[in-house]
């Protein structure tokens, strides 16, 4: 077993069963989902996220398997990305409490608990507009910097996130005018953590998170300038290296455009 509890929860789970406090927290419910579900909730003024994990089932596992899709198990492979992500010091959710117990990959029990980054709007909220009323170029160059090496230096620490849309990226609102706005990334519970992140994994990222910009009002400029802010190197240097990546990219958020456009969901 596995628990780590940081104030106020050290306080108010003392000697009491962390796992079973965890699961009556109440507050607005975000998602349900078999086997995992995530709200909000206050403690003493301030917010918090919860996500609650049971055991998914050898079937869910299974079908994962089957179609080359590693399964989530619980809150730990969050845990242990927002444990690397904290210490390559790369903006992120600060962990208050986490939680996971049991052998069997099938029932382990997992809880996270985060503090809420507020003020904030995600990235897909702030562009939702875009096309009909683009922001001044010096805003949009700050805010694609800010991006760019926030996945470099996720990338760099050994993090992919899988999930890697723009709704999953926090603009802390009080920063949305500066010269520096501060970015922080969110929701990583299909992110992987290794030494170091295998190229299929990093373009996979790159191609979700272009496929969400695809209607956002971007240009080919806007595009090879935020991959030259990614790779810190100049435009012929980028063309050149990263030629087939560039092709890659357009067939790749083409294709999760047409799942998109079947399911009606994000995938």
């Not at 780590?4 to 975000?30: H, I, K, M, T």
């Not at 520096?180 to 979700?208: E, F, G, M, S, Y």
Request: aromatic fraction near 8%; include cysteine; proline fraction near 5%.
């Amino acid at each position: 077993m596995t628990l780590f509890l940081s104030p106020p929860f050290a306080r108010r789970w003392a000697n009491q069963d962390a796992f079973v406090e965890a699961e009556r927290l109440e507050g607005q419910l975000y998602r349900a989902m078999p086997g995992r579900r995530t709200l909000r909730t206050e403690i003493n003024g301030r917010g918090y996220f919860v996500k609650i994990h049971h055991g998914v089932g050898w079937r869910e596992i299974g079908k994962n398997l089957l179609v080359g899709k590693s399964p989530v198990l619980g809150a730990g492979e969050e845990w242990r990305a927002l444990e690397r992500l904290a210490a390559a010091q790369v903006p992120t959710m600060t962990v208050a409490a986490f939680g996971e117990r049991g052998r069997n990959p099938a029932r382990r029990q997992s809880f996270l608990i985060t503090e809420e980054i507020a003020p904030a709007i995600d990235l897909e909220v702030l562009t939702q507009n875009w096309q009909t009323a683009p922001p001044a170029f010096p805003r949009k160059y700050a805010l694609m910097r800010a991006l760019a090496e926030l996945l470099r230096n996720m990338h760099g620490a050994g993090v992919n996130h899988r999930d890697c849309y723009l709704c999953h990226f926090l603009l802390r609102t009080e920063t949305a005018e500066t010269k520096n706005p501060a970015l922080a990334v969110i929701d990583l519970h299909r992110a992987q953590t290794r030494a170091a992140v295998p190229r299929r994994w990093r373009d996979k990222d790159l191609a979700a998170l272009y496929f969400s910009a695809l209607n956002i009002g971007l240009t080919r400029r806007d595009k090879l300038r935020f991959l030259r802010l990614y790779f810190a190197c100049p435009l012929r240097r980028l063309l050149r290296e990263e030629a087939a990546l560039l092709v890659w990219l357009e067939k790749k958020a083409a294709l999760l455009m047409a799942r998109f456009a079947q399911h009606g969901a994000r995938l």
